[in-house]
């Protein structure tokens, strides 16, 4: 999963390009429990949702306006030749060929001979006659010139338009000899005589597409481009030029203008079949889904390299807490929790604890530390967290640092300020300096097994998932009965895709710990997992006898319901357990799935007015649930009125990953992100104006 919190799956429909394949441990996946190991099992179920939803057939969906017609010339360009011919002015025909384009992949067998370039002259017509007989001889010498003049002209348009069919048939046969370049010198003399002729754009497009073609065979690929661009000033709906130049450039390696070409043949094709895609018509895409996965594979890697340089100059220091809702459940589970709350429930408000001030001493700085920590200690009490961990990054300097407080005299609480100090610093992301603290605390106390269970958790986090295993098994050779071993291990089993593991432990925990809310929770996870509708249902069962009024158990229960689909009893308990906690954002993003999947009786259209508020309303109680960013950035992408509103979903996935706290986290956003500039830019050259429906 990507999103810091325990979310389970809705495991319903098939996931989106960008989303399959992305497997990675998220941040805290010892502290919580992880729906599965495959982030993009989450992602892709509603981001293909929507898109069925919005489709009904294919991988997205845009209702777009015609393609802006080309202006002559493009950029001031001439159709290039190999002479001067003057430029030509007349617009292009898209739907016209008045020529076979020989353009075939490089590996295919030539084909036959094929009709040359269709070279029918603009009808000429003659001088007018006038009403009265012209008597001024001056008059009839300048009528008798012209005549010539438009005679010769006419002989000289019969005389090139031969010589262009001529050239045309020689390049066609020259092709069938596999002469590639001498092809596409035939094909650029055609083309001279084109721009020399002029209003000849639908023949001089069709040459344009050959000679590329040639070029291509001829492995001249700058050249074959350079006429696919030339082609696509003219035509930029162009199927044949864009599919030649997405195989070209992927085989340059360019991976993201291929995904440009991709993307500008699905839009085009989402045009021409838009009536039959509403209809539910079946209709066999340009590009098949395999081939956008690969390209986003493709250029992945180095988007997540860019992205991660980002997020390794971050100063981890900075990196801000996960939302309250997301701290209580990390703290909730682990069995030090009940002691703690009980102690900072009975100390008074923290605005009204005094501190100390240090001065240096070590019975000051004792002093100072303890004071900070109780103080922290109460204020998470408090949900007040930022200022909790500012009080304990402040402890552990007064009493110098994680290796200085173990000589402090006077200070027996130093292990408890190193495990919240610990706590802090793995929920900014910050390992290294997590395990700093929890290590030191294992030294003072090697036989706290909560501890050792917390190493195991940075390391899980850290992608060491067999040291983290070693420290399982050492916390439960100390603690057969550990709880907080058993329930953290089973996300280590989940993220080794072994869920039979993951049952064990966690019915083993159920059993000796029956009325522990996160326990059943987590099996109920599982379950759903597993497809054990039953099983889960006993298990959620069993969290609402713990605790009736929990956001989590209202959330869990309305996925459950969901995958039944019970859609109108799940969007009430979504609702419901957002009654109940305001700041748990899972409810917000099932509500805004539901909101997808059940269209409108009198429209048939989903509800994504509503879907977008939900998304937009848990990202403002999560900034950093990346989930959302995901959803609710395909769904604004599907409905932009304008290409600069389009752009601005870049800009929300960009403020997504700044919210990332780990490289894994980041390959979701990032393939999303590579795909919604691939479909702007895509959008731009093709001249759309937007991509609403």
């Not at 802090?424 to 700093?436: I, N, P, S, T, V």
């Not at 069993?542 to 009024?549: E, Q």
Request: hydrophobic share 40%; glycine share 8%.
């Amino acid at each position: 999963m990507t999103a810091p919190v325990a979310r389970s799956a809705l495991p319903i429909l098939l996931l989106a390009a960008a989303a399959s394949g992305a497997a990675s441990a998220s941040p805290f996946a010892s502290l919580l429990a992880p729906s599965g190991g495959r982030t993009g099992e989450r992602n892709g179920i509603f981001l293909a949702g929507m898109a069925l939803a919005l489709a009904g057939a294919c991988y997205y969906y845009f209702s777009l306006p015609g393609p802006a017609p080309a202006k002559s010339g493009g950029r001031g360009m001439r159709i290039p030749g190999n002479g001067g011919a003057e430029d030509g002015d007349a617009a292009p025909d898209a739907d016209s060929a008045p020529a076979v384009a020989l353009d075939p992949a490089p590996a295919a067998t030539p084909p036959p001979s094929a009709a040359p370039v269709a070279a029918d002259a603009p009808s000429l017509e003659g001088t007018a006659e006038g009403d009265s007989q012209k008597n001024d001889d001056g008059a009839d010498e300048t009528a008798a010139a012209e005549a010539d003049a438009d005679a010769s002209e006419k002989s000289r348009k019969k005389r090139r338009h031969a010589e262009l069919e001529a050239a045309d048939k020689e390049a066609k046969a020259l092709f069938k000899s596999k002469k590639f370049l001498e092809a596409a010198a035939k094909f650029s003399e055609a083309l001279d005589i084109c721009n020399e002729i002029g209003s000849l754009e639908k023949q001089a497009i069709t040459l344009l597409n050959n000679r590329s073609a040639m070029y291509e065979r001829a492995g001249e690929m700058e050249l074959a481009i350079s006429d696919c661009d030339a082609l696509l000033e003219l035509d930029p709906s162009h199927e044949k030029a864009r599919t030649k130049r997405m195989r070209m450039f992927e085989s340059r390696g360019d991976h993201a203008d291929a995904l440009t070409e991709v993307c500008a043949l699905q839009l085009n094709f989402m045009k021409k079949n838009r009536d039959r895609l509403r209809m539910g018509i079946q209709v066999e895409p340009p590009v098949s889904q395999q081939k956008i996965e690969d390209l986003v594979a493709s250029v992945l890697p180095g988007e997540v390299e860019r992205a991660n340089d980002a997020l390794e100059a971050r100063d981890k220091t900075q990196t801000r807490l996960p939302n309250a809702h997301t701290v209580m459940q990390l703290l909730s589970s682990f069995s030090g929790y009940e002691a703690w709350t009980a102690a900072a429930a009975a100390d008074s408000a923290a605005d009204d604890l005094a501190l100390m001030e240090g001065d240096g001493e070590t019975e000051a700085a004792a002093d100072r530390a303890q004071g900070l920590l109780r103080r922290g200690r109460r204020l998470a009490y408090e949900r007040r967290f930022g200022e909790a961990a500012a009080c304990f990054d402040a402890a552990v300097e007064a009493v110098g640092g994680v290796g200085g407080g173990r000589d402090c005299e006077g200070f027996a609480e130093f292990p408890r300020l190193l495990e919240w100090a610990g706590i802090c610093r793995h929920l900014r992301y910050d390992l290294a300096g997590a395990l700093e603290c929890y290590d030191m605390c294992s030294e003072i106390e090697p036989d706290n097994v909560e501890m050792i269970v917390r190493r195991a958790g940075v390391k899980m986090d850290d992608g060491k998932a067999e040291e983290a295993s070693d420290l399982f098994e050492a916390a439960l050779a100390k603690d057969p009965s550990s709880r907080d071993a058993l329930l953290h291990r089973s996300n280590l089993w989940l993220l080794k895709g072994d869920i039979d593991g993951a049952k064990r432990d966690l019915e083993k925990c159920n059993r000796l710990y029956p009325d522990y809310l996160l326990g059943h929770l987590r099996l109920a996870t599982v379950l759903m997992q597993a497809e054990d509708p039953v099983g889960a249902r006993a298990s959620l069962d069993a969290s609402a006898a713990a605790s009736p009024d929990s956001s989590d158990v209202r959330s869990y229960r309305g996925e459950l319901l969901f995958a039944e689909g019970k859609l109108d009893e799940a969007r009430a308990e979504f609702e419901a357990a957002s009654a109940v906690d305001p700041g748990n954002p899972t409810p917000y993003v099932n509500g805004a799935l539901v909101a997808m999947s059940a269209p409108d009786a009198t429209t048939g259209m989903p509800d994504v007015a509503r879907a977008v508020g939900l998304l937009t309303k848990a990202l403002e109680v999560d900034p950093q649930f990346l989930t959302a960013y995901l959803h609710l950035g395909q769904l604004r992408l599907s409905t932009s009125k304008s290409i600069v509103e389009a752009r601005g979903v870049v800009e929300l996935y960009d403020r997504g990953l700044a919210e990332c706290r780990s490289k894994d986290e980041l390959r979701d956003l990032c393939s999303m992100r590579i795909l919604a500039v691939a479909q702007i830019e895509a959008a731009t050259q093709l001249g759309m104006e937007t991509f609403s429906m």
